[in-house]
């Protein structure tokens, strides 16, 4: 009962200060908006970028084209043996009529060009399209396909086509990748310290403010919980709200702003895949961010209010 | 109930607050300290509700050896010493119930006994019909007298009154001593300290005078002419 007693004072009290302190606490959670909005907006950024660099190595493949008069047996083992290598993820097999039909597709807008295949019969080879794993070290499937009984096997009019250009264009989105990630980790540690400095900050002017109610607690035997939880409570306060902003901002900017922002990344990235990535992930992400808040929130308080509870102990 | 056995408090090289003091104080003892500012007074009583740690020496309250009092201990042993300071240190946001019953939250005492305890004490230090007020409606003696209500409150054995009427005119001075007679009758170990020479001359109590850090003498009924 006793604990019960206290342990709601404590929280009664906190929530009492943190309305009393109100100026005071915006300047805290203020801090800790930014640095929660950063945190989060670099794990969505994040995600987009991987989601991007995703979507544009799944579409790079390896299309060796087959001279038109290969038997299937031969067909059949030069695949066999393709899925046997290592980085290999896929095999298909495209046939003239395959190949021919996509070809069409892919121009169906364009007349002249859909005259010329049908003025010569069929002049599109079929070919065998591979998936790597890896579309960034597809060398030993090159030196495979290069060997002089697998050459044979190929149309000598048509180059193995290695996606060789949106290869460079992946490894540049990889490495912006990794840089954005580093100076996103930067920013967010940078913050995260700015923010407890200045909750520091904010709570040692509330203690300085209550010094004499502190010390007269003290003597009259409040333990150090009795007079910390207020300060913690308070503390954990700014971070729920702080992250409760954070997350409505981040919302804002993907709902409200996406279409801008879509405009503004050159079509590189996909901002609609980060508003579905936030939408399917709001409640982890709310949670975390809740998590984050209350920890800083929580640190800091207990650090800066842990001078002015010290008992004299020096003789 | 205090035992103080040879102790030394020093500040620093050149300021020795006490020099080796021994007093036994009796349970529903009335001890009056009498010396003058900076004789060791105040010193003496901080030691008591372990603000300061002595130098040297050992003291022991109500069973407690201070040597082995640990930290996080403190709190609880100061839960068993009522004090009232002679700037009364109320809280000034809180009105007179608030400040008595702030005594009692802090040990996580429930709302309705809270409710219950803080008139009856109120009574006993004659501030009945005075719970709403806010600390500066009252006059300084009243103010006193609040003090004392959180100090006893709790219900300590000891009660330690550090000058308590050093701020107050003799008229409210003399409310205030008889408040802690009254306490001392019902049983709480009083330890005053005062230079108020008409109030030892009308208390005809123990009191033990401090000088130079040291006990000059301890007489029991004793007034001014005896120091």
Same mark, same amino acid.
């Given at each position: 009962?006793?604990?019960?007693?206290?342990?709601?004072?404590?929280?009664?009290?906190?929530?009492?200060?943190?309305?009393?302190?109100?100026?005071?606490?915006?300047?805290?959670?203020?801090?800790?908006?930014?640095?929660?909005?950063?945190?989060?907006? =670099?794990?969505?950024?994040?995600?987009?970028?991987?989601?991007?660099?995703?979507?544009?190595?799944?579409?790079?493949?390896? =299309?060796?084209?087959?001279?038109?008069?290969?038997?299937?047996?031969?067909?059949?083992?030069? !695949?066999?043996?393709?899925?046997?290598?290592?980085?290999?993820?896929?095999?298909?097999?495209?046939?003239?009529?395959?190949?021919?039909?996509?070809?069409?597709?892919?121009?169906?807008?364009?007349?002249?060009?859909?005259?010329? $295949?049908?003025?010569?019969?069929?002049?599109?080879?079929?070919?065998?399209?591979?998936?790597?794993?890896?579309?960034?070290?597809?060398?030993?499937?090159?030196?495979?396909?290069?060997?002089?009984?697998?050459?044979?096997?190929?149309?000598?009019?048509?180059?193995?086509?290695?996606?060789?250009?949106?290869?460079?264009?992946?490894?540049?989105?990889?490495?912006?990748?990794? $840089?954005?990630?580093?100076?996103?980790?930067?920013?967010?540690?940078?913050?995260?310290?700015?923010?407890?400095?200045?909750? +520091?900050? /904010? &709570?040692? !002017?509330?203690?300085?403010?209550?010094?004499?109610?502190?010390?007269? !607690?003290?003597?009259?035997?409040?333990?150090?919980?009795?007079?910390?939880?207020?300060?913690?409570?308070?503390? &954990? !306060?700014?971070?729920?709200?702080?992250?409760?902003?954070?997350?409505?901002?981040?919302?804002?900017?993907?709902?409200?702003?996406?279409?801008?922002? @879509?405009?503004?990344?050159?079509?590189?990235?996909?901002?609609?895949?980060?508003? @579905?990535?936030?939408?399917?992930?709001?409640?982890?992400?709310?949670?975390?961010?809740?998590?984050?808040?209350?920890?800083?929130?929580?640190?800091?308080?207990?650090?800066?209010?842990?001078?002015?509870?010290?008992?004299? /102990?020096?003789? | 109930?205090?035992?103080?056995?040879?102790?030394?408090? &020093?500040?620093?090289?050149?300021?020795?607050?006490?020099?080796?003091?021994?007093?036994?104080?009796?349970?529903?003892?009335?001890? &009056?300290?009498?010396?003058?500012?900076?004789?060791?007074?105040?010193?003496?009583?901080?030691?008591?509700?372990?603000?300061?740690?002595?130098?040297?020496?050992?003291?022991?309250?109500?069973?407690?050896?201070?040597?082995?009092?640990?930290?996080?201990?403190?709190?609880?042993?100061?839960?068993?010493?009522?004090?009232?300071?002679?700037?009364?240190?109320?809280?000034?946001?809180?009105?007179?119930?608030?400040?008595?019953? +702030?005594?009692?939250?802090?040990?996580?005492?429930?709302?309705?006994?809270?409710?219950? #305890?803080?008139?009856?004490?109120?009574?006993?230090?004659?501030?009945?019909?005075?719970?709403?007020?806010?600390?500066?409606?009252?006059?300084?003696?009243?103010?006193?007298?609040?003090?004392?209500?959180?100090?006893?409150?709790?219900?300590?054995?000891?009660?330690?009154?550090?000058?308590?009427?050093?701020?107050?005119?003799?008229?409210?001075?003399?409310?205030?001593?008889?408040?802690?007679?009254?306490?001392?009758?019902?049983?709480? #170990? $009083?330890?005053? /300290?005062?230079?108020?020479?008409?109030?030892?001359?009308?208390?005809?109590?123990?009191? $033990?005078?401090?000088?130079?850090?040291?006990?000059?003498?301890?007489?029991?009924?004793? /007034?001014?002419?005896?120091?």
């Amino acid at each position: 009962m006793k604990r019960i007693n206290t342990f709601r004072r404590v929280i009664r009290t906190g929530l009492l200060n943190f309305v009393r302190n109100a100026w005071l606490a915006i300047a805290a959670m203020a801090v800790m908006v930014v640095t929660l909005t950063t945190i989060l907006f =670099s794990v969505v950024a994040n995600a987009t970028f991987n989601n991007t660099i995703e979507q544009i190595t799944s579409k790079i493949n390896i =299309s060796v084209y087959l001279k038109d008069d290969i038997s299937v047996v031969q067909r059949n083992a030069l !695949m066999e043996d393709l899925r046997r290598q290592p980085n290999v993820k896929n095999v298909t097999y495209v046939s003239k009529i395959e190949a021919l039909a996509k070809y069409r597709a892919d121009n169906a807008n364009n007349q002249s060009l859909l005259q010329a $295949v049908s003025e010569t019969g069929n002049p599109l080879p079929a070919s065998i399209s591979i998936d790597p794993n890896d579309p960034t070290r597809i060398q030993n499937i090159k030196d495979f396909l290069d060997k002089a009984e697998n050459k044979a096997l190929q149309d000598p009019q048509s180059g193995t086509s290695y996606s060789g250009d949106r290869k460079a264009a992946i490894d540049k989105i990889s490495h912006a990748t990794n $840089v954005l990630q580093r100076v996103g980790v930067a920013a967010v540690l940078v913050f995260a310290v700015i923010s407890v400095l200045i909750i +520091f900050n /904010t &709570i040692q !002017m509330a203690i300085f403010n209550r010094r004499d109610e502190l010390t007269i !607690m003290r003597l009259l035997g409040a333990t150090t919980w009795y007079i910390r939880g207020p300060f913690v409570v308070e503390s &954990i !306060m700014y971070g729920i709200i702080a992250a409760v902003a954070s997350v409505a901002i981040i919302n804002a900017i993907f709902v409200t702003a996406a279409s801008a922002l @879509q405009a503004s990344s050159l079509g590189l990235l996909d901002i609609n895949y980060s508003a @579905q990535y936030f939408r399917s992930h709001f409640w982890a992400l709310l949670g975390s961010q809740l998590l984050i808040g209350v920890v800083i929130g929580a640190v800091s308080s207990v650090i800066a209010t842990r001078r002015y509870l010290k008992f004299r /102990t020096s003789k | 109930m205090i035992l103080l056995d040879r102790v030394t408090k &020093i500040y620093n090289r050149k300021s020795t607050a006490l020099d080796r003091i021994s007093l036994h104080v009796e349970p529903k003892e009335f001890v &009056i300290v009498v010396g003058q500012s900076g004789a060791g007074k105040t010193t003496l009583l901080r030691l008591l509700t372990r603000e300061e740690k002595p130098t040297s020496g050992k003291i022991v309250i109500g069973g407690v050896d201070y040597d082995k009092l640990k930290d996080r201990d403190i709190p609880l042993l100061r839960r068993k010493i009522g004090v009232v300071f002679q700037d009364f240190k109320l809280l000034p946001n809180k009105t007179v119930f608030e400040n008595v019953a +702030f005594a009692l939250e802090i040990v996580g005492m429930g709302n309705r006994e809270i409710r219950h #305890t803080v008139p009856r004490v109120l009574d006993i230090v004659n501030l009945k019909g005075k719970e709403r007020n806010m600390p500066y409606e009252l006059s300084g003696g009243e103010r006193q007298r609040v003090a004392i209500a959180r100090a006893i409150v709790r219900q300590p054995k000891i009660l330690i009154a550090d000058e308590p009427t050093g701020n107050l005119d003799p008229k409210h001075a003399w409310d205030v001593i008889k408040v802690l007679e009254k306490i001392n009758r019902y049983g709480t #170990t $009083v330890l005053l /300290t005062t230079h108020n020479q008409d109030i030892v001359n009308k208390l005809k109590r123990r009191v $033990v005078t401090i000088e130079g850090g040291r006990v000059a003498s301890d007489r029991a009924n004793a /007034t001014y002419e005896h120091l």
